[in-house]
């Protein structure tokens, strides 16, 4: 187990060196590639209720994606974290200019506030069709490697138990982010598909 987490350690330390060597432009222009890939899939135009992460500075831009989401009609669902803890809700993202209003975390992420009630919650309604998942690392056959805090791995169990059952998930990466092989353990969840700006 020490280590697994030894090497996953290892892994992500070199993979941030690898994202934080690209230019903003180069993230933009990658970033639009994944997103113009994402817009023709057939899971996601299919899609009602989808989740979508807020990027950071280090992941696939996601604006224009929830641009899109809201483009379409779809219910938009973003994460709100508990810092505390590996628990971690998807709410529902009301507009563009909601996501504008939302406070920051510590960790710099936006997010809802912990007082905010107001926001539906995806798995006490009706589930989510589609999630996009960030990710530092991923490999070809649908391994990713988190942050090391389990929040994705915890919430997809959480779906597996919902009467909807588990929603496709799809990871959105740079070409810098992809690794021949992510080191797992029993509690990662694969990934149904990555979509990067190499692939056809």
Partial sequence: MAALRA?????RKDIKRRVA????EEKLRQSLVVSQKLFKHPKYVSCQRIAVFLSMHDEVRTEEIIK????????CFIPRYESSSNHMDMLQLRSVDDMKTL??????IQQPAYEDHSREEALSAGGVDLILMP?????????RLGRGKGFYDTYLERCIKHPK????TIALAFKEQLCPEIPVDAN????DEILHEEQE
Avoid: H, M, Y
């Avoid at 090497?7 to 892994?11: G, T, V, Y």
């Avoid at 059952?165 to 496709?168: E, M, S, T």
């Avoid at 990662?188 to 990934?191: A, M, P, Q, R, S």
């Fill in 103 to 108: 406070p920051l975390t510590s960790w710099n």
């Fill in 165 to 168: 059952g588990k929603p496709f």
């Fill in 135 to 143: 990710g530092l690392g991923f490999d070809r056959s649908g391994n």
């Fill in 7 to 11: 090497a996953k350690q290892a892994l």
């Fill in 68 to 75: 899109d989401v809201f483009k379409w009609g779809k219910s």
């Fill in 21 to 24: 060597a690209l230019s903003e």
């Fill in 188 to 191: 990662d969840v694969l990934i």
